[in-house]
C-alpha cells in the first residue's frame, strides 16, 4: 500500500495533497474517511460533485489490503482508474473489457498485494469464482457505488444488486460503505435495509448544488428554444436529454446541420458506437451529446456547463441526477428544462406499459412530482430539496421562479382552508380528494365516505381545481404539508402547519402563470473561476489535449478546468508554486509539472 494505515487528521490531509492536490476536505469527507479507517461501516449521500470517491479511495489506501469497489458501469470504472493511475495510485478494474491475457494480470495483481483498488461490476463480485478469490485474501473495504441501484425505489433499480445484501454477512468485519447522489427518504431507508447496513453512520451531506442554476420555460418550438440557448455558449460541454431514440437522432441532426459538434446516443445503437460517442464527448473531440438515459451514469467529466432536457423527466431523481452531471468542477451551470403537458401524457404510457402493477404505481407517483416541480411557483431550488427531505431557508436567487417571480397574494384563509380539510379527511387521503370536499364534490366516493357532511366541505367552491391544486403544492414544496409517496401520495400536515391554523402567521403564496416565464441571465452562483487571463488558459488547455490524446485519456484525468484557470490566473513559474494550485498533486507535479511551466514561463516572456 501506499501509505500506512493511520486515522490522525495530519496523514489523510497529507493524503488529500500529494496524492490528490487538494488543500482541505470537503463538508463530511474527513468524518466519513477516518470512520471507514476505523472500522465502521458508512451510508453517504452526497451530491455528485460533493467528493463521493474520495469517500473510499483514501481509506483504501490507508488501510491494509485492496479496496473492492462495486461499479455499475465500464466506462465509469475505467474513468475512475486513469484518474487515480495518473495520481499515482495503483488501482485496476476487472470485466468484461478486458481481454484474457489483461484479465490474468489484473488478478495477479490483485492476489500479490500490489492494488490500493479494484474496481469490479456487481454480478462479478459475487459470482462463485469470484467469492474463492476472497478467501483468505485481506480486503481493505467494500464500497457500492450508485448505491439506489440496489433499491426498487430507486430510479434506476438493477436487479444484479439486490445480492450485495450478502456481502454484509460473507464478510462481517470488512467495513462496508455504500453511496449515492439520488435517494429519497424512502430508497434510503430501502438501501440500508438491503444491504444490512443497519449499524451504519449514516452521513448525509444534503442535495443542494448551487453553483447549477435550474430554469423551466414553456415548451413552444423545442428547436429554436435550444438553439437560442446553445447560441451563447459556443464552447462549452453539455448534454441533451431527450425521451425517445427517435427524438435524439432527430435533435442530434439539427445540431450537426447547424455545425455543432454534436452527436446521438441511445442504447438502439451499436457497442462500437455508443463508446465512441461516450470517448469522444469525455475527450472533448465533441461538444454536445444528445441522448436518452441510457447515457450519463458513466459520466465522470466535471467541465459539463449544461444539461438541457428536451423532453420532461419521469421522476425527480432522475432529473436530479442528471442535471447534476453538470459543474462537477463546482463552477456555475445550467439546467434547462423544456416544459410541455404533452410530454407528461407520454410518460404516463411510457410506465403504464410495464408489467408490474406496484412499480407502475409508484412510477405515476413520481411522474407527478416531477410534473409538480415542474409547475412549481415557490423556488425551484427550495421544491427539489424539499422533494429529497432537506429544507432550504431562504430562496435561492439562482433559478428562474427568483429570477422572475410570479404575482403574489395573501393566501391565508385559502391556505387554512386546505390543511383543516387534510386534517378532517384524516390524513389519509392525496391531492385530488382533498381538493374534490374542498369544491364540494357529490361523486359517490364522497357521499360513500361521508365526507359530504364534513366542516371543509365545499367551502372552496369558489376556487377552480387548478388553483386549489397550486395552492396545495405550494404548501407542499414550502413544508406545510408532506406528501407519502409510498401510501399513494396521501397528504398529512407537518408541525409548521400549526401556527398557520391556530391564526398565529400569514401567508403570502404566488398565482399560477398561465405561461412559464421566459429564460433570464441569473446572477452567478457557485466557485466561479478566478479571474484569468484567456489566452494563457487557451494555451495550457492545447498542451492538456495534447498530453491526453497521447495517453490516450480524456484531458480531464490531467487536470481539470478549475485547475488550468487557476493557473492562468496565478502564472506560476517554479515547481513550489505549481505544486500550491488546487489538483497539482506530488505524482501530476512530477510527471507534468515541467511542460505546464514551460508554457507559462513563455507565454509570461511573450507578454511582458
Known amino acids: 500500500m501506499l501509505l500506512t494505515s493511520g486515522s490522525t487528521r495530519a496523514p489523510l490531509r497529507h493524503t488529500l495533497k500529494s496524492i490528490f492536490g487538494y488543500d482541505a476536505f470537503r463538508p463530511h ?12 461501516d458508512a451510508f453517504v449521500l452526497m451530491p455528485t460533485g460533493g467528493g463521493k470517491s474520495l469517500c473510499y479511495q483514501i481509506p483504501a489506501i490507508h488501510r491494509p489490503g485492496c479496496g473492492i469497489i462495486v461499479s455499475p458501469l465500464i466506462s465509469l470504472m475505467k474513468d475512475q482508474v486513469d484518474a487515480l493511475i495518473a495520481n499515482g495510485v495503483a488501482a485496476a478494474c476487472y470485466n468484461s473489457s478486458l481481454t484474457e491475457a489483461e484479465a490474468r494480470r489484473t488478478l495477479a495483481r490483485f492476489h500479490g498485494g500490489d492494488l490500493d483498488l479494484l474496481y469490479v461490476a456487481p454480478e462479478r463480485l459475487m459470482s462463485e469464482s469470484f467469492q ?46 455504500a453511496l449515492t447522489a439520488t435517494a429519497d427518504p424512502q430508497t434510503r ?14 452521513h448525509v451531506a444534503g442535495f443542494d448544488r448551487p453553483n447549477i442554476r435550474y430554469t423551466v420555460v414553456e415548451k413552444l418550438k423545442p428547436a429554436q428554444q435550444l438553439m437560442t440557448f446553445l447560441q451563447r455558449r459556443s464552447e ?39 463508446s465512441r460517442v461516450q470517448d469522444a464527448f469525455q475527450r472533448d473531440d465533441i461538444r454536445i451529446v444528445v441522448a436518452t438515459v441510457a447515457f450519463g451514469m458513466g459520466i465522470d467529466k466535471p467541465n459539463v456547463r449544461f444539461v438541457v432536457h428536451y423532453d420532461l423527466p419521469k421522476n425527480v431523481e432522475s432529473y436530479y441526477q442528471e442535471t447534476g452531471r453538470a459543474g462537477r468542477d463546482g463552477l456555475a451551470s445550467e439546467a434547462l428544462l423544456l416544459f410541455g403537458y404533452g410530454d407528461i401524457a407520454i410518460s404516463r404510457g411510457l410506465i403504464e406499459s410495464g408489467g408490474n402493477p406496484e412499480q407502475n404505481r409508484i412510477e405515476l407517483q413520481k411522474l407527478n412530482a416531477m410534473v409538480g416541480f415542474a409547475e412549481a411557483l415557490t423556488c425551484r431550488r427550495r421544491v427539489l430539496l424539499r422533494y ?30 386546505a390543511l383543516s380539510c387534510v386534517y378532517r379527511v384524516g390524513q389519509r387521503f392525496g391531492m385530488g380528494h382533498v381538493v374534490e370536499v374542498l369544491r364540494g364534490s357529490h361523486s359517490q366516493r364522497i ?18 381545481q387548478d388553483a386549489w391544486g397550486s395552492l396545495i403544492r405550494q404548501l407542499i414544496h414550502l413544508g406545510y404539508l408532506e406528501q407519502d409517496m409510498g401510501n399513494y401520495s396521501v397528504l398529512r400536515l407537518t408541525a409548521k402547519a400549526r401556527p398557520l391554523l391556530k391564526g398565529e402567521e400569514r401567508l403570502t403564496l404566488a398565482r399560477p402563470r398561465v405561461r412559464l416565464a421566459p429564460m433570464k441571465q441569473p ?65 501530476k507535479l512530477g ?14 516572456s511573450g507578454s511582458s
Not at 29 to 40: A, C, N, R, T
Request: aromatic letters at 8%; one cysteine or more.
Open 29 to 40: 469527507q474527513e468524518e466519513i474517511i477516518s470512520g471507514i479507517i476505523g472500522g465502521e
Open 132 to 177: 474463492e478469490r476472497l478467501q483468505g485474501m485481506e480486503i481493505a473495504l467494500f464500497a457500492i457505488d450508485e448505491a439506489h441501484c440496489v433499491s426498487q425505489w430507486g430510479h434506476d433499480f438493477r436487479p444484479e444488486y439486490i445480492q450485495l445484501g450478502r456481502l454484509r454477512q460473507l464478510f462481517p468485519t470488512v467495513p462496508l460503505i
Open 189 to 202: 431507508v430501502d438501501i440500508i435495509q438491503r444491504l444490512g447496513l443497519e449499524k451504519a453512520v449514516c
Open 236 to 274: 462549452e460541454s453539455g448534454i441533451v436529454y431527450a425521451l425517445s431514440r427517435k427524438r435524439v437522432t432527430e435533435v442530434a441532426e439539427k445540431l450537426q446541420a447547424a455545425g455543432i459538434r454534436a452527436a446521438p446516443y441511445h442504447a438502439g445503437l451499436p457497442d462500437r458506437e455508443r
Open 388 to 417: 429529497f427531505g432537506e429544507e432550504l431557508e431562504e430562496d435561492c436567487g439562482n433559478c428562474d421562479v427568483c429570477l422572475n417571480p410570479p404575482d403574489k397574494f395573501d393566501a391565508t384563509q385559502e391556505a387554512r382552508k
Open 447 to 464: 357521499t360513500t365516505l361521508g365526507h359530504d357532511k364534513l366542516s371543509t366541505y365545499g367551502i372552496g367552491r369558489d376556487l377552480s
Open 523 to 587: 446572477a452567478k452562483r457557485g466557485r466561479e473561476k478566478p479571474v484569468y487571463d484567456q489566452g494563457l488558459f487557451q494555451e495550457l488547455r492545447t498542451l492538456r489535449k495534447r498530453l491526453a490524446d497521447e495517453q490516450q485519456v480524456p484531458p480531464f484525468v490531467i487536470f481539470g478546468d478549475a485547475t488550468l484557470a487557476e493557473m492562468a490566473a496565478h502564472r506560476p513559474l517554479t515547481a513550489d508554486e505549481l505544486a500550491g494550485i488546487n489538483g497539482v498533486g506530488a505524482h
Open 591 to 604: 510527471r507534468y509539472g515541467e511542460q505546464f511551466l514551460q508554457v507559462i514561463r513563455a507565454y509570461a
